[in-house]
Each structure stands twice: as C-alpha cells, then as structure tokens.
C-alpha cells in the first residue's frame, strides 16, 4: 500500500476526521451522490452491493434505507463500530465487516460494487492491480463498478503546498508535495483541536486515466464511461477527478 496501516489509522481517527469532514459529508449530499450512482449503474431493485472503504457506513447504511442489499467493509475500527451503531439504531440490516478489503474472497456475489472517494490513492499500483483483480471477481457477469478518484493530471498543476481549513479556533492543516519518480502526494497533516496538536501524514498514490487503464489489464473489467465530477461533467485534463464507471465482461 502506498499509506501504511499505522498511518490510515492516524488519518481517520474517528473523532479528529469527523470533527473536520461532517459539515460537507451530510445527507443531503449523500443523497445527491447517491441519485448519480443509481442513475449511472441502472441499479435494479433487490441489486446487491459491496461498499468498499466504507467508512462510517454513510453510503452503506443509506443503500439500506432504499431496499438495496448492502455490505459494507473498512479496515477502521472505530468507523466500523459507529456504522454498526448507526443502522442498530436506524434498524437497519446492512452487514458491516472489519477487513483490509486487498483480502475480499467474493465470486460473483455482487450487482454493483462502489469505491469512492480516492481510496484508490491508498494503494500503490501493485496492490491496486490486485484489488481491481477482485472486484471483478466479486462481481456478476455484466456487474457494474463505480470508481472515484482524483486525476492526477489536475492534481500535479493546481497542487498546493499548504492549505488550511478553519472550524471555528481549531484547524486542519494540509501541507502538500508530489514525488514525480514514483507518483505519490505526501500529506503532512496537522489537526489542532482544543489547543492540541494531532500529526497524521500520508502518502498516496497519483492516478491518471492511462494509469487505470493499464491496470485494468487482464483484470474482466471494462470502462463504460467516465465523468470529471460528481455532475456528470465531461472528463478532461482540467477535472478535478476521474470517475469510471466499469462493466465486468469475463
């Protein structure tokens, strides 16, 4: 992996990352992302579907509430336990499970599998291969994958070497660079809350669309479509992301 274990594990601390991330994570942005998904992978009621990444589960447990069968799977602990939390108490039935997701072991068991939110940057291109490998494994015969990522053609131009983000006296401090030889951005992030310092760096890997062309090889998938944005904009070197949506043929 491009982000080793102990720090994805200083990223997402559960607290700092939602203190900092749920003003913009809400429902009704979950709702809109979730009609752009529906809409691009012509889910069919009763449709099965793996979330990987999941995080707290805010797109897993919503699937739920549509009458999707849904599964979700994330390495973080305490992710995992307020996902389970928050469909006990909404009485829900989606299945969660604590898993590094480069070890699922599904055969086409699911209609639709989603992977949001560059968490494809977590994996270097080794690891990626092996992962694209078995989603398509995991999926049925003309299965759809949807495949959010940041492009790394608009990432290398507008990179900036420090952002911060404000909520109210505490901070979320991004300090930025790009390792041209192995394609990776190293974040030195900064949390201060409550007067206290949290360091939490990372690495990720960059992703073009012709790097995730190559490692779809010999993998049964195949790009149906791409866009630049969560709109359905037109993808091109000036998108902030890449967005594929993948059918497994073989």
Do not use: V
Request: hydrophobic share 35%.
């Amino acid at each position: 992996m491009s982000t080793s274990i102990k720090e994805l594990d200083k990223l997402f601390e559960s607290e700092l990352y939602r203190y900092f991330h749920d003003d913009f994570l809400d429902i009704e942005r979950t709702k809109q992302e979730w009609i752009f998904i529906q809409k691009c992978c012509a889910l069919k009621p009763n449709d099965k579907i793996l979330d990987l990444a999941c995080g707290h589960g805010r797109h897993a447990n919503f699937l739920t509430t549509l009458g999707y069968p849904t599964t979700g799977i994330d390495l973080n602990h305490p992710f995992i336990e307020q996902a389970k939390i928050d469909a006990q108490e909404k009485g829900l039935n989606t299945q969660f499970i604590e898993q590094d997701i480069l070890e699922i072991d599904y055969q086409a068991a699911f209609d639709t599998i989603l992977f949001l939110f560059n968490s494809l940057g977590f994996f270097d291109r080794k690891d990626a291969k092996l992962l694209l490998t078995k989603i398509s494994r995991a999926l049925k015969i003309g299965g759809k994958a949807f495949i959010d990522t940041k492009n790394r053609d608009h990432l290398i131009k507008e990179l900036q070497s420090c952002n911060i983000t404000e909520k109210g006296e505490d901070l979320m401090i991004d300090r930025l660079s790009f390792d041209p030889i192995h394609g990776t951005t190293t974040n030195n992030r900064i949390y201060i809350k409550d007067g206290k310092r949290f360091d939490a760096p990372f690495t990720m890997t960059a992703y073009s669309y012709t790097d995730f062309l190559q490692l779809l090889n010999d993998t049964g998938l195949k790009i149906i479509q791409t866009w630049g944005s969560w709109r359905g904009d037109i993808f091109n070197q000036d998108s902030k992301r890449i967005i594929f949506l993948l059918e497994k043929i073989t």
